[in-house]
């Protein structure tokens, strides 16, 4: 299992990669065709290789310039042909419209193996909100972005 977990792992840092160079076809090549992928904008949840691909078109191009996946608190764990994985990730770069941001959102992705390698499954991404103004939010002491 441990051979497994290290490729999860480098799957994973693929990704964070993929997303970096904005590179819509290497990411996908990560993804199970029936992948189900949620995501914290409308409409919530995309199901397929294309709505999924369309999601990472849409995102991208809401950047200039690359992506930062900066990934924390990596969990994995895997059992038998099926593996999940839990982080934190501080999704950052400059906007079209010239602003840098940077937003911590929480990723599960879940895997299985098929002939001999892993794919992605299913994706869950959400932004913890404070429900008393309904706002993102994270303890700023230890989430605070490094620049």
């Known amino acids: 299992m441990a051979a497994y977990e290290t490729e999860i792992r480098e799957l994973l840092d693929r990704r964070a990669d993929a997303c970096a160079a904005k590179d819509v076809d290497r990411l996908m090549s990560l993804y199970s065709p029936g992948v189900v992928y949620h ?12 709505a999924v691909r369309r999601n990472f078109v849409r995102w991208f191009g809401e950047y200039d310039g690359p992506i930062s996946l900066e990934t924390h ?7 038998g042909g099926a593996a999940f994985a839990h982080m934190l990730h501080l999704d950052s770069g400059t906007r079209k419209n010239g602003v840098r941001s ?10 299985r193996r098929t002939g001999g390698r892993w794919l992605i499954t299913h994706e869950h ?10 706002r993102a939010w994270f303890p700023p002491e230890k989430w605070a972005p490094k620049n």
């Open 73 to 79: 608190e990596l969990s994995v764990a895997v059992g």
């Open 102 to 111: 940077s937003i911590w959102v929480r990723s599960t992705v879940g895997f």
């Open 39 to 50: 995501d914290v904008v409308p409409p919530l949840q995309f199901v397929g290789e294309d």
């Open 125 to 134: 991404i959400s932004v913890p909100v404070d429900p008393r103004n309904m």
